[in-house]
């Protein structure tokens, strides 16, 4: 399937033009299938932006104690793990990396979340990058060229930036817990795929030249302005509504006052002259409570 960038609004493109190129992690998974709910973590792989190796490691399911050798888990079958470590005893390195990075990138965020979670590892709050879903939104497909695609594989985005996919590379002969180099790859793949889209989303804000968003910043700044003037006018506005539905509460208050005096005066019944009193006790406190907003 061929991809073109999706003309997004600018706000859009600033923001994904300023997501960072340093200082994140990419990881990639194999797992004992693809369900959020009921599959877990065989083998982990986690490298910064630039493809460095930081943590890859095969781990045993702490619940999942059979399955179905597939593309899932790359192969990885139930006795390739049993006597591996789980997930959470690398809880603290794997903290470590969440905690230091601006950015996680990941082909499928939520889906990695939850497993990574279900293997009791309760992550720090991160800025998180789904590569799939943010290819998607940002570019579209051939046959739909006015709207986002409407999905998007892995693979297509390594095609789309010309990024050669390792996970495709043959499995590690090293023995141990250590990661296949498929999933390592397709760790690198993913990092190197999500750089190569902050730099598309750079080029394309660059190439609209600084004319244009000076232009942008001189609009926003006289919009900001007009709006500022709009509601001054409108709190000025509420602020005499305010002020003379306070004048006709305390012209209540004293009406009633004043019936309060008339009563006193004529002996009439202390109940009516205590209603009167509260009437005009009420109208008072709303009037002042007009004039303070």
Same mark, same amino acid.
């Given at each position: 399937?061929?991809?073109?960038?999706?003309?997004?609004?600018?706000?859009?493109?600033?923001? &994904?033009?300023?997501?960072?190129?340093?200082? /994140?992690? @990419?990881?990639?998974?194999?797992?004992? /299938?693809?369900?959020?709910?009921?599959? =877990?973590? $065989?083998?982990?792989?986690?490298?910064?932006?630039?493809?460095?190796? #930081? %943590?890859?490691?095969?781990?045993?399911?702490?619940? $999942? =104690?059979?399955?179905?050798?597939?593309?899932?888990?790359?192969?990885? @079958?139930?006795?390739?793990?049993?006597?591996?470590?789980?997930?959470?005893? %690398?809880?603290?390195?794997?903290?470590?990396?969440? *905690?230091?990075?601006?950015?996680?990138?990941?082909? !499928? &965020?939520?889906?990695?979340?939850?497993?990574?979670?279900?293997?009791?590892?309760?992550?720090?709050?991160?800025?998180?990058?789904? #590569?799939?879903?943010?290819?998607?939104?940002? !570019?579209? @497909? @051939?046959?739909?060229?006015?709207?986002?695609?409407?999905? $998007?594989?892995?693979?297509?985005?390594?095609?789309?930036?010309?990024?050669?996919?390792?996970?495709?590379?043959?499995?590690?002969?090293?023995?141990?817990?250590?990661?296949?180099?498929?999933?390592?790859?397709?760790?690198?793949?993913?990092?190197?795929?999500?750089?190569?889209?902050? =730099?598309e989303q750079i080029a394309t804000r660059d190439g609209k030249g600084?004319?244009?968003? *000076?232009?942008?910043?001189?609009?926003?700044?006289?919009?900001?302005?007009?709006?500022?003037?709009?509601?001054?006018?409108?709190?000025?506005?509420?602020?005499? &509504?305010?002020?003379?539905?306070?004048?006709?509460?305390?012209?209540?208050?004293?009406?009633?006052?004043?019936?309060?005096?008339?009563?006193?005066?004529?002996?009439?019944?202390?109940? %009516?002259?205590?209603?009167?009193?509260?009437?005009? $006790? %009420?109208? #008072?406190?709303?009037?002042?409570?007009?004039?303070?907003?």
């Amino acid at each position: 399937m061929e991809y073109a960038r999706y003309n997004q609004n600018d706000e859009r493109l600033l923001e &994904l033009a300023e997501l960072p190129l340093e200082n /994140g992690i @990419a990881l990639a998974m194999r797992t004992t /299938g693809y369900s959020q709910q009921d599959d =877990e973590i $065989v083998e982990l792989s986690i490298v910064d932006l630039s493809g460095n190796e #930081l %943590f890859s490691k095969r781990v045993r399911p702490q619940n $999942v =104690e059979s399955w179905e050798p597939s593309s899932a888990s790359g192969g990885i @079958a139930p006795g390739d793990v049993e006597d591996l470590p789980e997930l959470y005893q %690398f809880e603290d390195e794997i903290m470590a990396l969440f *905690e230091k990075a601006d950015i996680v990138v990941c082909e !499928h &965020l939520d889906f990695a979340r939850t497993l990574i979670e279900g293997s009791w590892i309760a992550l720090p709050a991160f800025e998180g990058f789904d #590569l799939c879903e943010e290819f998607r939104l940002s !570019h579209c @497909a @051939a046959d739909y060229p006015d709207e986002p695609a409407s999905a $998007v594989a892995f693979n297509d985005i390594a095609d789309y930036y010309d990024v050669d996919n390792d996970a495709a590379g043959a499995v590690s002969e090293e023995g141990g817990d250590r990661a296949s180099s498929q999933v390592i790859g397709e760790a690198k793949t993913v990092a190197a795929c999500y750089r190569r889209f902050v =730099e598309e989303q750079i080029a394309t804000r660059d190439g609209k030249g600084a004319e244009y968003w *000076e232009e942008r910043e001189r609009r926003l700044a006289e919009e900001a302005e007009r709006d500022a003037s709009v509601d001054a006018v409108a709190k000025l506005r509420e602020k005499r &509504l305010n002020q003379m539905n306070g004048l006709l509460w305390i012209s209540g208050a004293i009406i009633f006052i004043s019936l309060v005096i008339q009563l006193n005066q004529r002996g009439w019944d202390v109940g %009516f002259m205590v209603i009167a009193g509260a009437v005009a $006790v %009420f109208c #008072l406190i709303r009037g002042i409570a007009n004039f303070r907003k």
